[in-house]
């Protein structure tokens, strides 16, 4: 998927992105409150983050209410969510900055103590994501974390597909409908198994790399500098 093509579906979506999120993703509130969790710094630290593919801010803002010293840089492709995310995060001015811009070509910044990274890798394809692991790499500070919710692909294609179709009927519950979402996503993403993450993580220089946490086909993974 192009970044034309990226931009537009993200447009479509700033509206209602929260409510999106709630009835396409299983679990997607308590992931997001895990993955901040998973920061592995004290709370009263001063701790400097990067949201990449930040959004409307919700993870940003999270980062900002449970670490009352953290610094987070907002970064993502498109005008229209940053300006939802300047909004909803002006309460904090003085501890966050923003940024547009494709995190495939420009620079993200340096010396973060965190990097995180809430579904939005899984648009890259897999070459993409390995030049992408090694902007991250570079972006973090010594002993750095890097911690990502991806949308997965099971080594098994049968657990896979189990994975999917509880997923189509988790979205079709909520009123949405499955098949439009299915085929957008196998249309537009590209989605890799968690073993294969963690080796590239690996092969970037990432040590101490994890899953800590899984459902169905979501995960969450991280990797220290």
């Given at each position: 998927?192009?970044?034309?093509?990226?931009?537009?579906?993200?447009?479509?979506?700033?509206?209602?992105?929260?409510?999106?999120?709630?009835?396409?993703?299983?679990?997607?509130?308590?992931?997001?409150?895990?993955?901040?969790?998973?920061?592995?710094?004290?709370?009263?630290?001063?701790?400097?983050?990067?949201?990449?593919?930040?959004?409307?801010?919700?993870?940003?803002?999270l980062a900002l209410e449970m670490y009352p010293r953290a610094n987070v840089h907002a970064f993502d492709l498109t005008e229209e969510m940053l300006l939802l995310c300047q909004e909803r995060l002006s309460k904090y001015e003085g501890r966050v900055t923003?940024?547009?811009?494709?995190?495939?070509?420009?620079?993200?910044?340096?010396?973060?103590?965190?990097?995180?990274?809430?579904?939005?890798?899984?648009?890259?394809?897999?070459?993409?994501?390995?030049?992408?692991?090694?902007?991250?790499?570079?972006?973090?500070?010594?002993?750095?974390?890097?911690?990502?919710?991806?949308?997965?692909?099971?080594?098994?294609?049968?657990?896979?597909?189990?994975?999917?179709?509880?997923?189509?009927?988790?979205?079709?519950?909520?009123?949405?409908?499955?098949?439009?979402?299915?085929?957008?996503?196998?249309?537009?993403?590209?989605?890799?198994?968690?073993?294969?993450?963690?080796?590239?993580?690996?092969?970037?220089?990432?040590?101490?790399?994890?899953?800590?946490?899984?459902?169905?086909?979501?995960?969450?993974?991280?990797?220290?500098?």
């Amino acid at each position: 998927m192009d970044e034309k093509q990226v931009q537009e579906h993200f447009r479509k979506q700033v509206g209602d992105y929260a409510g999106l999120m709630n009835r396409i993703i299983p679990e997607y509130e308590t992931g997001q409150r895990f993955l901040c969790e998973l920061i592995p710094f004290d709370k009263g630290q001063d701790i400097k983050v990067l949201d990449l593919g930040s959004g409307p801010g919700g993870l940003s803002e999270l980062a900002l209410e449970m670490y009352p010293r953290a610094n987070v840089h907002a970064f993502d492709l498109t005008e229209e969510m940053l300006l939802l995310c300047q909004e909803r995060l002006s309460k904090y001015e003085g501890r966050v900055t923003f940024q547009q811009g494709d995190y495939k070509r420009d620079t993200v910044g340096s010396g973060y103590d965190v990097v995180l990274a809430g579904l939005t890798l899984h648009h890259l394809t897999d070459e993409e994501r390995k030049s992408v692991f090694q902007v991250i790499y570079e972006a973090l500070s010594e002993d750095g974390i890097f911690i990502a919710r991806e949308i997965i692909v099971d080594d098994d294609p049968f657990i896979t597909e189990w994975h999917y179709s509880i997923w189509r009927n988790f979205m079709k519950t909520n009123g949405e409908d499955d098949e439009f979402w299915y085929n957008k996503h196998k249309g537009k993403d590209h989605p890799v198994s968690i073993e294969n993450q963690l080796s590239w993580l690996e092969e970037t220089g990432f040590k101490h790399t994890a899953c800590h946490w899984r459902y169905l086909n979501f995960a969450i993974i991280s990797g220290r500098k």
